[in-house]
């Protein structure tokens, strides 16, 4: 069965420095969550989207955006990229709000 | 502010024996509860769920028991094997608010052979 495609899986970049990550979400799936986990911690949410529009917001810096597109993918742009922003990025996504999210493998980010 | 704590961060079990997962939350309007299973590196699967309407869930191996007046939720795994070894984490959502899930801090399984 088709899953939570995330990419790039792994990401290298520098202080400063912009990033953007991309999720594809099961087919027919309208809702996707993008959150962050930092070393040893749990994930935080970030934000969610529902048909295309912004759902919920959590604790996602000014620095990230992200947007819902018209075929239900999602991106994270991430800009002015700090050490403390590496982490693992997952993307879930969901049925409408059926609440039960399916994780993508992830993108590592490393800010160096 | 956690409000969903795992408070045991690792777990060794015998195979073949139970292993019992813990999980506390503080938010009451939480209805709906999740656990997910995490390998390294990968993405969290999802395990089995629970809606408070309900004080047990179980498929296959797994049951998840849910005790609303404690606000404490667990989850059983019998019998216990080697691929079973993994950090589990816990999930709570408060759906008519949105659908934010709030995730513990995680406990690592080792089932030992």
């Known amino acids: 069965a088709a899953g939570v495609i995330q990419s790039p899986r792994h990401l290298i970049k520098e202080k400063r420095e912009t990033a953007t990550l991309k999720c594809y979400p099961i087919?027919?799936?309208?809702?996707v969550y993008w959150y962050q986990q930092g070393p040893g911690q749990d994930p935080q949410f970030l934000i969610s989207f529902y048909e295309k529009m912004q759902s919920d917001k959590g604790s996602i810096p000014d620095r990230f955006s992200a947007q819902q597109f018209s075929d239900y993918h999602s991106e994270l742009n991430m800009s002015s990229l700090e050490l403390g922003d590496s982490a693992l990025y997952f993307c879930?996504?969901?049925?409408?709000?059926?609440?039960?999210?399916?994780f993508g493998q992830g993108t590592r980010l490393t800010v160096v | 502010d956690q409000q969903v704590k795992q408070n045991s961060p690792s777990l060794s079990v015998q195979e073949g024996r139970i292993s019992i997962l813990n999980c506390d939350y503080t938010?009451?309007?939480?209805?709906?509860f999740l656990w997910y299973k995490k390998y390294p590196a990968e993405g969290p699967t999802f395990l089995i769920s629970i809606s408070s309407i309900k004080d047990k869930n179980e498929d296959g191996r797994f049951t998840v028991f849910l005790n609303k007046s404690a606000k404490h939720l667990s989850l059983h795994i019998v019998p216990s094997q080697p691929g079973d070894s993994a950090v589990y984490f816990c999930?709570?959502?408060?759906?008519?608010?949105?659908?934010?899930?709030?995730f513990g801090t995680g406990t690592s399984l080792t089932v030992i052979p």
């Open positions: 879930a996504s969901s049925l409408g709000r059926a609440r039960t999210p399916f």
């Open positions: 999930a709570a959502t408060a759906g008519h608010t949105g659908n934010q899930f709030y």
């Open positions: 087919p027919r799936h309208d809702t």
């Open positions: 938010n009451s309007m939480f209805d709906y």
